[in-house]
Every structure is written in C-alpha cells, then in structure tokens.
C-alpha cells in the first residue's frame, strides 16, 4: 500500500459508500421488477467498482467478495 494511505483510504471508503448504496437500491428495484436487465446491470457495476478499488487498496477479502458478487 501506499506510504501516507490515508487521504487514498477517505476516497476509497467515500466511493465504497456510495457503491454501496447503488447495490442496496439496485437490489430493492429488483425485487420489484427481477427481469429489469438495466438494474442487474447497475448491481454489476456497483460491484465491479467496488471490485476495482479493492484491489487497488490491497483489500484483498473484499476484492474477493465482490468477484464473487460478479459472478
């Protein structure tokens, strides 16, 4: 990881927030309408970028979780 990672972890931890929020309320849509191909799409990408800065972070457990989220 980086040598001072901590303004890298605010904007990692601002984005996992809002990720999270996009799956929460993908997920919710999709109660309501399962076969809405937009939301599972969104449910992806929520993942993928959580997916993403995961990785970048080194949080390794949850770039895992959020593969398997993908897949």
């Given at each position: 990881m980086f040598a001072d990672q901590s303004e890298y972890v605010k904007l990692f931890l601002e984005?996992?927030?809002e990720q999270l929020l996009v799956l929460n309320k993908a997920l919710l849509a999709m109660e309501k309408n399962p076969g809405d191909r937009s939301v599972m799409?969104?449910?992806?990408?929520?993942?993928h970028n959580l997916k993403g800065g995961s990785a970048t972070m080194g949080f390794h457990t949850?770039?895992?979780l959020t593969h398997r989220m993908e897949d």
């Open positions: 984005d996992a927030e799409d969104e449910l992806f990408r929520a993942a949850m770039e895992r």
